[in-house]
């Protein structure tokens, strides 16, 4: 079955030494296990994706993160890039990338692994956006990190478990 790797928000805001206290990930474990996983695909099967919010004042008081154009927005400087397939969403969900679907449909993806940042934020809402579309995802369990609380841990995995997605 043909597989794509979707290495989701892996970027500066949430990993680098300046993030917010929020962002309490442990980035050493986590970028060595999404480098670990990105070598175990083809480079051409390896697909990034950059959560960016416009660069608004109300964005930047509101959010204060992953603001486009700046540094923080970019991909973290530990994570090994390995193809130029860097697409940017606006949402959760990275399939709301047009440009991304169209690709993966093109190139006759079977399957999505999911892996990067957060497990409860943008990898269930893609998990939940392939499962919606008639994609199939699986969470690579060992690529994935949350912030959230148990019960909303808890909560994501029985939405993802009624959807079809498996973490593996």
Same mark, same amino acid.
């Given at each position: ?29 986590l970028t060595a296990s999404v480098n670990e996983l990105i070598h175990s695909y083809p480079e051409e099967d390896v697909f990034y994706i950059r959560h ?10 509101l959010f204060g993160y992953s603001i486009a154009g700046t540094e923080g927005a970019e991909l973290f400087g530990g994570l090994d890039i390995v193809s ?25 993806? +079977?399957? %999505? ?12 809402? =893609?998990?939940?956006? $392939?499962?919606? &579309?008639?994609?199939?995802? +699986?969470? %690579? ?12 841990? =808890?909560?994501?995995? $029985?939405?993802? &478990? ?7």
């Amino acid at each position: 079955m043909k597989t794509a790797l979707i290495v989701i928000d892996m970027q500066n805001d949430y990993l680098y030494d300046k993030r917010k206290k929020r962002f309490a990930y442990d980035t050493p474990r986590l970028t060595a296990s999404v480098n670990e996983l990105i070598h175990s695909y083809p480079e051409e099967d390896v697909f990034y994706i950059r959560h960016i919010i416009q660069n608004l004042p109300t964005n930047r008081l509101l959010f204060g993160y992953s603001i486009a154009g700046t540094e923080g927005a970019e991909l973290f400087g530990g994570l090994d890039i390995v193809s130029d397939q860097i697409f940017d969403k606006l949402v959760g969900d990275a399939l709301s990338n047009r440009k991304l679907r169209e690709l993966l449909t093109s190139r006759g993806y +079977e399957m %999505l692994h999911l892996c990067g940042l957060d497990e409860c934020g943008c990898v269930t809402s =893609t998990a939940l956006g $392939a499962a919606r &579309r008639g994609i199939k995802a +699986e969470i %690579l369990r060992s690529g994935t990190a949350t912030v959230f609380p148990e019960k909303k841990v =808890t909560k994501a995995h $029985a939405r993802l &478990r009624d959807a079809g997605v498996r973490f593996i």
